[in-house]
């Protein structure tokens, strides 16, 4: 599959085909569980963060439960002062509490029900949960479901990588987005996860700058 959609998007885009090159093949992460539940959690957990600090933020609070292992009724039970002590905001602790009250209540479908579901059936369900917005819907869907043909409008490093790719002045608007990536369907997945590492490149590039100034 992954093969097959570097294949395509190589071939509908020059631009993106010349960041592939430089690049190389990346793939998604190992996922560690096929439910919905750690996943949609973890998605709380690095809403509006940087990876580094809300990795961490994500690892205290796997250590309030056994082993590491979240459960829904372990969950429901933890004070919110545990929560906020782990780093989260007051709102996450509650969206994570919801979820998990969701998940009891049935409403949170487990892995084997939501891989006969749609995208359209899972943004649906999902997003009236509290705190669960489309950003956090898609990534369960890219991380933990692994549906190919995913872009998440809204993601700031999705963005600026499209604005990175194409030398735009300014980030493109969900629309414009939307509009653009036609030519990368069904492996708009990929695609995301290339503009995730293009959007990275600048930083680098002024990294390695800013070493050669100081050495």
């Known amino acids: ?17 010349e960041w ?9 992460p190992a996922r560690e569980t096929r439910e919905p539940f750690p996943a949609l959690l973890e998605a709380i ?20 439960f056994p082993e ?18 782990a780093g989260l905001s007051r709102s996450k602790a509650h969206s994570m509490k919801e979820i998990a009250a969701r ?28 705190g669960v917005g489309p950003w956090t819907v ?16 809204n993601d700031y490093g999705v963005r600026k990588g499209f604005q990175v790719l194409y030398r735009k002045r300014k980030l493109p608007t969900p629309k414009q987005l939307l ?3 036609e030519c990368w369907r069904p492996y708009r997945t990929t695609a995301a996860l290339y503009l995730w590492r293009i959007a990275d490149a ?7 700058k800013a070493r050669k100034t100081t050495s």
């Open 1 to 17: 599959m992954h093969a097959r959609a570097v294949k395509h998007l190589r071939s509908q885009d020059p631009r993106l085909a």
């Open 20 to 28: 592939i090159d430089r690049i190389g093949l990346i793939k998604l």
């Open 45 to 64: 957990a690095h809403q509006q963060l940087a990876g580094a600090a809300a990795k961490a933020i994500w690892n205290r609070v796997l250590c309030l």
């Open 68 to 85: 590491g292992r979240p459960e829904p009724g372990h969950l429901v039970s933890l004070a919110d002062e545990h929560l906020r002590g």
């Open 103 to 130: 998940t009891l209540a049935g409403d949170v479908p487990d892995a084997k029900r939501i891989a006969c579901m749609s995208e359209g059936e899972i943004i649906d369900q999902l997003t009236k949960i509290r």
């Open 138 to 153: 898609d990534m369960l869907l890219i991380f933990t479901l692994r549906r190919p043909d995913i872009l998440p409008l």
């Open 179 to 181: 509009v653009s990536a």
């Open 202 to 208: 600048p930083k680098k590039t002024k990294a390695r």
